[in-house]
């Protein structure tokens, strides 16, 4: 069963820092690419941040570009984002999903976890 | 940037009625779209990817269709466990964009 599990939020002042991870299973996680998505409170979706297989590409929003850092840990099962210089406005739930390879339409987006809450407030 | 227009914002229906939800590209995005159902709390889940191919385990009351700039989410007869919030997603190009969401309620 493919799980993804979110981990790492809380609350933080503003200009602060927090790291986020999510740990899959049920998959080979090294085949798949993996997206950071968030939702503010009482609003939509806002994709956030694009990872590769290997790393070698990664993608950000302008709102978290420069401030935001993606990253995985293949032989760990794990994606982390790195969130510095945090503002009110990150205050999310934030996401992680899957996303296959362009020829596999069925794997995009197709698994999320089950979200963490970050909150940044003074 | 890709804009996803979605229509409409909102709508009260009834049990068993027909609903249809719209989304608008900006720009032509192929068949690069999901729908998806949210639930307050939950995380999304994916009811239809491809634009028209329905994720498996979801009934077939779902369907989508269209291709390019236009694309439908239809549930041909409402049920209960259907009242939620619904967003399409497009991963044609970076960013990729959610339309901004149709909350579906109770009439």
């Known amino acids: 069963e493919v799980q993804l599990v979110e981990s790492g939020g809380g609350l933080v002042k503003p200009g602060g820092s927090l790291r986020l991870s999510c740990a899959a299973s049920?998959?080979?996680?090294?085949?798949?690419?993996m997206n950071w998505v968030r939702q503010a409170p009482g609003k939509g979706l806002e994709w956030v941040s694009f990872?590769?297989?290997?790393?070698?590409?990664?993608y950000y929003a302008d709102s978290v570009k420069g401030r935001f850092t993606i990253s995985r840990d293949n032989a760990k099962n794990s994606l982390f984002l790195q969130m510095n210089s945090l503002r009110a406005e990150d205050t999310a739930v934030y996401y992680c999903?899957?996303?296959?390879?362009?020829?596999?339409?069925?794997?995009?987006?197709?698994?999320w976890g089950q979200g963490t809450l970050v909150t940044v407030s003074s | 940037d890709i804009q996803m227009t979605q229509s409409p914002s909102s709508l009260s229906a009834s049990v068993g009625d027909r609903v249809t939800i719209t989304c608008r590209a900006s720009?032509?995005?192929?068949?690069?779209l999901g729908w998806y159902q949210q639930k307050p709390g939950k995380a999304p889940k994916r009811l239809i990817y491809?634009?028209?191919s329905l994720h498996s385990g979801v009934p077939s009351r779902f369907s989508g269709s269209g291709s390019g700039t236009e694309f439908t989410l239809t549930i041909s007869s409402l049920q209960p466990e259907d009242f939620a919030t619904y967003y399409c997603?497009?991963?044609?190009?970076?960013?990729?964009?959610f339309g901004q969401g149709t909350k579906v309620e109770i009439k």
């Open positions: 999903a899957r996303e296959g390879i362009v020829a596999r339409p069925d794997q995009m987006f197709d698994y």
């Open positions: 049920g998959f080979t996680f090294s085949s798949y690419s």
């Open positions: 990872i590769s297989t290997t790393s070698g590409y990664k």
């Open positions: 720009q032509g995005i192929r068949n690069d």
């Open positions: 491809a634009a028209s």
């Open positions: 997603l497009q991963h044609n190009t970076y960013p990729r964009t």
